[in-house]
Protein backbone atom coordinates (compact mmCIF):
# COMPACT_ATOMS: atom_id res chain seq x y z
CA UNK A 1 0.00 0.00 0.00
CA UNK A 2 3.19 2.52 0.63
CA UNK A 3 3.92 1.94 -3.20
CA UNK A 4 0.47 2.45 -4.43
CA UNK A 5 0.60 5.84 -2.28
CA UNK A 6 -3.08 4.56 -0.27
CA UNK A 7 -2.30 6.86 2.82
CA UNK A 8 -6.20 6.28 3.94
CA UNK A 9 -6.31 2.33 3.72
CA UNK A 10 -2.46 2.57 5.27
CA UNK A 11 -4.01 4.26 7.86
CA UNK A 12 -7.00 1.27 8.20
CA UNK A 13 -4.49 -0.93 9.83
CA UNK A 14 -3.22 1.78 12.22
CA UNK A 15 -3.46 1.17 15.95
CA UNK A 16 -5.83 3.00 17.98
CA UNK A 17 -2.40 4.21 20.37
CA UNK A 18 -0.82 5.42 16.90
CA UNK A 19 -4.62 7.01 15.58
CA UNK A 20 -4.04 8.76 19.50
CA UNK A 21 -0.80 10.38 18.14
CA UNK A 22 -1.70 10.92 15.12
CA UNK A 23 -5.10 11.92 13.50
CA UNK A 24 -6.26 10.72 9.64
CA UNK A 25 -5.30 14.41 8.49
CA UNK A 26 -2.21 14.85 10.00
CA UNK A 27 -1.21 11.24 8.64
CA UNK A 28 -2.35 11.68 5.59
CA UNK A 29 -0.04 15.14 5.37
CA UNK A 30 3.21 12.79 6.56
CA UNK A 31 2.87 10.00 4.22
CA UNK A 32 1.94 12.25 1.49
CA UNK A 33 4.80 14.70 1.73
CA UNK A 34 7.19 12.51 3.54
CA UNK A 35 6.64 8.79 3.39
CA UNK A 36 5.76 8.62 -0.47
CA UNK A 37 7.93 10.59 -2.26
CA UNK A 38 11.00 8.20 -1.08
CA UNK A 39 8.73 5.20 -3.18
CA UNK A 40 8.67 3.09 -4.67
CA UNK A 41 10.48 1.20 -2.01
CA UNK A 42 12.23 -1.87 -2.99
CA UNK A 43 12.01 -5.33 -1.51
CA UNK A 44 12.24 -6.08 2.04
CA UNK A 45 15.33 -8.22 3.85
CA UNK A 46 14.32 -8.89 7.76
CA UNK A 47 17.11 -7.54 9.73
CA UNK A 48 15.51 -8.27 13.29
CA UNK A 49 12.94 -8.05 16.08
CA UNK A 50 13.37 -6.07 19.00
CA UNK A 51 10.84 -5.49 21.84
CA UNK A 52 7.99 -6.29 19.51
CA UNK A 53 9.42 -4.15 16.99
CA UNK A 54 10.80 -5.55 13.66
CA UNK A 55 13.16 -3.71 11.16
CA UNK A 56 13.81 -4.28 7.65
CA UNK A 57 16.15 -3.43 4.92
CA UNK A 58 14.90 -1.39 1.96
CA UNK A 59 17.82 -0.52 0.67
CA UNK A 60 18.74 2.42 1.08
CA UNK A 61 16.56 2.36 3.96
CA UNK A 62 15.40 0.69 7.11
CA UNK A 63 11.57 -0.48 7.80
CA UNK A 64 10.97 0.04 11.31
CA UNK A 65 6.84 -1.62 12.15
CA UNK A 66 5.62 -2.37 15.50
CA UNK A 67 2.21 -4.51 15.88
CA UNK A 68 0.18 -4.50 18.83
CA UNK A 69 -2.42 -7.50 19.83
CA UNK A 70 -4.43 -6.96 17.38
CA UNK A 71 -2.07 -7.09 14.40
CA UNK A 72 -2.45 -3.45 13.80
CA UNK A 73 0.64 -1.14 13.66
CA UNK A 74 1.66 1.44 16.13
CA UNK A 75 5.06 2.41 15.09
CA UNK A 76 6.08 2.93 11.87
CA UNK A 77 9.01 4.55 10.55
CA UNK A 78 11.13 4.67 7.09
CA UNK A 79 14.65 5.75 7.88
CA UNK A 80 18.03 5.80 6.18
CA UNK A 81 19.83 2.61 6.36
CA UNK A 82 23.09 2.18 8.09
CA UNK A 83 25.61 -0.86 8.63
CA UNK A 84 25.89 -1.81 12.15
CA UNK A 85 29.88 -1.28 13.13
CA UNK A 86 31.21 -4.81 13.86
CA UNK A 87 33.36 -3.80 17.04
CA UNK A 88 36.79 -5.84 16.64
CA UNK A 89 37.68 -7.87 19.83
CA UNK A 90 41.40 -7.87 21.29
CA UNK A 91 43.19 -10.84 22.09
CA UNK A 92 46.28 -10.98 23.83
CA UNK A 93 49.27 -12.22 21.48
CA UNK A 94 52.10 -14.93 22.28
CA UNK A 95 54.25 -13.47 19.38
CA UNK A 96 57.44 -11.64 20.86
CA UNK A 97 57.03 -8.65 18.89
CA UNK A 98 53.74 -7.61 20.11
CA UNK A 99 53.98 -8.14 23.55
CA UNK A 100 50.51 -6.78 24.60
CA UNK A 101 47.05 -6.47 22.93
CA UNK A 102 46.47 -6.82 19.33
CA UNK A 103 43.37 -6.20 17.52
Request: avoid cysteine.
Amino acid sequence: MINQKKADSIYLFASNSFKNQIDAVKWKSIAENGLFPLTPLSEATFLGSENGVNRYKLMPYQFIIGLDEQGKFNTLALQPYKEKAVKAARALSDNEKERGWIA
